[in-house]
Nanobody, 116 residues
Framework: QVQLVESGGGLVQPGGSLRLSCAAS????????MRWYRQVPGKERELVAG????????NYADSVQGRFTISRDNNKNTVYLQMNSLKTEDTAVYYC?????????WGQGTQVTVSS
């Protein structure tokens, strides 16, 4: 049974930091590239960051470049998103995504709220 379980979301003040985790099970994690997306009500899901199978390459949305860092630990079947210098506009539900060929898996999401 494939599972992606996000954790680490919560309420943080502007300028603060959070670290999201996504624990994967039920598939061969190292075969899959991983991405973090986010979505706010009424808007399309937005790609935030991606990382290749072995972490050699990463990519980021312009809006988070220099503030967010994606990483993965294939021994722990986990992908992370370190979020620094958070802004109110970063408020969203954050989703973990695994993709490989025709396979595409999603987590249930974790809420991140940036507010004073």
């Amino acid at each position: 049974q494939v599972q992606l379980v996000e954790s680490g979301g919560g309420l943080v003040q502007p300028g603060g930091s959070l670290r999201l985790s996504c624990a994967a099970s039920g598939f061969t994690f190292s075969r899959y590239a991983m991405r973090w997306y986010r979505q706010v009500p009424g808007k399309e899901r937005e790609l935030v960051a991606g990382i290749s199978r072995f972490g050699v390459s990463t990519n980021y949305a312009d809006s988070v470049q220099g503030r967010f860092t994606i990483s993965r630990d294939n021994n722990k079947n986990t992908v992370y998103l370190q979020m620094n210098s958070l802004k109110t506009e970063d408020t969203a539900v954050y989703y973990c995504n695994a993709y490989y060929s025709d396979y595409n898996y999603w987590g249930q999401g974790t809420q991140v709220t940036v507010s004073s």
